[in-house]
């Protein structure tokens, strides 16, 4: 049993040392997978009962204007995030019929690196999505397949990240950001009131496309 357990150590150290991305090793939460598995089973947890707990005989928060600004941020952080796809790669000489990772230190391979690393972090600023339903006392909407999503994004990015930052593995975050820029852009409309709906008739087109690319 020992034997066994010092084979999946060795096992892991070997292939966090020699396998991964050496460029990122250094960078924010990306030397060791545990500080990222902990934030996400921490959220499933005050997602699925420390929240409901903790607003179980309170008033739901009225988050309007919080709401309003908070997707506009969210918005404008995925267009960003989206341009810097596009300048790494996407458009600007990758190829979308397969796009190996350029492991290099080159000032190009590095940005599409970062931009990774900010794709992996977005991932988080997400969590709040829940917590301003939690707070809104919108349990229905914090479902188990919403929470399954929103869990497991943040450490299967971390994997891309960790082992390959750049290359055809970005196609889904780079059509995924372009999602979330409309997405947030929609709520944030939606947030401002009944007067603003009728400039959202685009609605059915973005749960289509929202769909598609499996958001």
């Known amino acids: 049993m020992l034997g066994l357990i010092d ?9 966090m040392d020699h396998k991964s991305d050496p460029r990122v090793k250094d960078w924010p939460m990306m030397s060791s997978p545990f500080p990222t598995l902990a934030i996400c089973l921490f959220y499933a947890y005050f997602s699925k009962v420390l929240g409901p707990k903790i607003m179980e ?3 739901p928060f009225d988050l309007r204007k919080i709401l309003i600004v908070y997707n506009l941020i969210q918005s404008i952080f995925s267009t960003w995030i989206f341009y ?34 900010w794709y992996y972090f977005s991932k988080f600023t997400e969590f709040f999505d829940t917590l301003f339903f939690i707070m809104r006392k919108k349990n229905s909407q914090v479902s188990n397949l919403h929470v399954i999503h929103h869990g497991i ?8 990240l960790k082992f390959a930052p750049g290359g055809h593995s970005t196609f889904f975050a780079f059509l995924n950001t372009f999602v979330h820029i409309v997405m947030y852009f929609y709520y944030m409309i939606s947030a401002m009131g009944p007067k603003y709906q009728k400039y959202i008739w685009w609605k059915k087109y973005l749960t289509s496309f929202q769909m598609l690319t499996v958001n």
């Open 7 to 15: 084979s999946i150590v060795e096992e892991y150290r070997d292939t």
């Open 57 to 59: 005989n309170r008033k």
């Open 84 to 117: 810097e796809y596009i300048q790494s790669g996407w458009f600007t000489g990758y190829s979308f019929r397969c796009q190996p990772v350029d492991y290099s230190y080159s000032p190009k391979a590095m940005r599409m690196a970062n931009t990774c690393w």
């Open 153 to 160: 994004m943040p450490f299967s990015v971390w994997l891309g």
